[in-house]
């Protein structure tokens, strides 16, 4: 027998190390690693999200000017309403609302078109 077969007989070579006895091993398996999965997409983000961004910042704008200026017209421009009668004049108010509406959609509009329509054109391929 020679020294190296020696050593490996006395030392314990190919059992398992004393810590570990008793334990079942466990195979491990590799699924796949990003060089191997595909990971291209379609890109229809990059078109339906900065759509839908717009859609609803249009929409911020449109659904209560269209209240504002409904209830502008039929208070303060009709002689038959109630204020009228009454010599209240409502026009300061629906106006002030329209501009406070105003600015603040342009805000939250601001603020969303810069976060989502800058950001997806940068990951052009």
Do not use: C
């Not at 570990?20 to 091993?25: M, R, S």
């Not at 961004?53 to 002689?79: E, K």
């Not at 989502?116 to 054109?121: A, I, V």
């Amino acid at each position: 027998m020679s020294a190296q077969e020696q050593q490996a007989a006395t030392t314990g070579a190919g059992t398992q190390p004393a810590g570990t006895t008793g334990q079942p091993t466990e195979e491990r398996h590799a699924f796949g690693t990003a060089k191997t999965e595909s990971l291209q997409d379609s890109g229809w983000w990059r078109i339906a999200i900065p759509a839908f961004v717009i859609v609803a910042s249009v929409a911020l704008f449109l659904v209560p000017l269209v209240l504002l200026i409904t209830l502008l017209v039929t208070t303060s421009f009709n002689t038959e309403s109630a204020a009228a009668h009454q010599g209240i004049p409502l026009a300061w108010l629906w106006i002030t609302m329209i501009v406070i509406e105003v600015v603040i959609a342009a805000l939250i509009a601001r603020g969303l078109l810069k976060i989502f329509l800058t950001d997806s054109w940068n990951y052009r391929t």
